[in-house]
């Protein structure tokens, strides 16, 4: 017979889910108003209250807290994977399939250039450069290198979003181009880790590479077929179940579905997740209220838990070592810039442009937290590395907004002095202006 939660354990829960959601949202807040993504500021509660500051200051009531009831501790944990697959749903529903085909030749020169730059470069780096960056050999180098080059690549879709509406030119073309883009990135990234998870649970031989296969093969197939039975699904909600509840409970047991096929298949649900999102945030049967609704949940109230749950599994001032801090931060940001400057630039785009998308392509942020603890909890990577990641997370959220608007500023001042030489020219000839 399963034992239940005691009291006590139910009563430490509590404490536990209570502490963190009050420290995740004032720490939120207190980042919105300096107009920083809302993720920094819950990555920063759980920092604090974790074991790299409260724990060290007051060992005892933290211990108290939250290591004495281990189950408590437990659920709570998995209360905070169910954020963040409802978390990776809602991404998954600001995928605009119809953006991509519009803006998708030029995005695509951006996202490939810089997931192929950064992808490449942190590969070749963990690969030839494996003992100075992980204390502990490993019989491959294989599995830690394909991981790190992902988790370099990824451009944020949701921390862009924010970066773009705080500085007014989501509705641009240049602000249009960095979503579309960031979609793509988002798409393929998720492909490639689930590759890796796959590659990793099944390792030796025809079995990695029948699980690779099939992982593929449900991508391929929730994006034909399953796209066409999830908008049947939901037209048939549409008519015969209450609104907008019936249509919310249909969405979620789809993202659970999923999720647990996903898993099963030797990847985490997580992806799964995201790729429901996709599907079901393309039907017209899922209405905007909806989404509303659901991502608001998402976004406040389960994914606060997920990210505060990142400081508290680690002590990020035992694990911080610079030189790998600085590594991953250079190599991330340098690659990221420098192939997304390439594909603005093949793509058409001016000088300044393209240094705009770039630094908006450089913004990471909660895909790369998420695959950074799925990478730490499967011993793909140590706790320097994942310190690192953190720490590269965070800096490109905070410098991606004043540098777009920067180079944005510098590009229409250049166009302005442009025109206002050519006039000036065509003034002396007696061109009429």
Not at 148 to 159: E, F
Not at 240 to 248: A, F, I, Q, T, Y
């Amino acid at each position: 017979m399963v034992s239940k939660l005691s009291s006590a354990e139910i009563l430490n829960f509590l404490v536990i889910i209570t502490i963190i959601l009050i420290s995740a949202r004032l720490l939120g807040e207190l980042c919105r108003k300096l107009k920083q993504p809302v993720v920094v500021g819950e990555v920063l509660a759980g920092i604090i209250i974790g074991p790299s500051l409260f724990g060290s200051l007051f060992p005892q009531l933290f211990n108290k807290i939250f290591v004495s009831q281990p189950r408590a501790y437990g659920a709570f944990d998995g209360l905070a994977n169910v954020g963040i697959i409802l978390l990776m749903f809602s991404a998954g529903i600001e995928v605009d399939l119809k953006q991509i085909r519009q803006y998708g030749k030029q995005a695509a020169y951006i996202s490939l250039t810089g997931l192929l730059f950064p992808f490449a470069i942190g590969f070749g780096t963990v690969w030839f450069f494996y003992d100075r960056l992980f204390p502990t050999p490993a019989a491959s180098h294989l599995i830690p290198a394909l991981f790190v080059g992902t988790a370099l690549s990824i451009t944020a879709l949701s921390v862009i979003a924010k970066v773009l509406i705080d500085i007014d030119i989501i509705k641009t073309k240049v602000g249009n181009l960095v979503l579309t883009a960031a979609m793509i990135d988002d798409f393929l990234g998720w492909v490639l880790f689930s590759v890796i998870m796959a590659l990793l649970n099944k390792s030796t031989g025809a079995d990695a590479y029948t699980s690779v296969g099939l992982v593929l093969l449900f991508v391929a197939l929730i994006m034909t077929v399953g796209k066409w039975g999830v908008n049947q699904l939901l037209k048939l909600t549409e008519k015969h179940l209450s609104l907008p509840g019936g249509r919310m409970t249909v969405g979620v047991c789809l993202c659970f579905i999923a999720a647990v096929i996903t898993e099963w298949l030797g990847v985490r649900g997580i992806f799964g997740a995201f790729l429901m999102g996709v599907v079901v945030g393309d039907s017209k049967y899922f209405q905007e209220r909806t989404q509303n609704i659901l991502q608001q949940f998402a976004l406040n109230v389960a994914a606060p838990l997920f990210f505060a749950s990142i400081g508290l599994r680690i002590n990020f001032v035992t694990n911080f070592n610079l030189e790998v801090v600085l590594i991953i931060l250079l190599i991330a940001s340098l690659a990221k810039i420098a192939g997304a400057v390439i594909g603005s630039r093949a793509s058409g785009m001016r000088t300044n442009e393209s240094y705009a998308v770039a630094f908006g392509m450089n913004a990471r942020g909660s895909q790369e937290l998420v695959l950074g603890l799925l990478a730490l909890q499967a011993k793909i990577i140590n706790e320097q590395i994942f310190v690192g990641l953190v720490v590269m997370t965070l800096v490109s959220i905070i410098i991606a907004g004043p540098l777009m608007r920067h180079f944005l500023d510098k590009d229409v001042a250049a166009e302005a002095k442009k025109k206002g030489i050519v006039v000036a020219s065509k003034v002396e000839e007696g061109v009429p202006v």
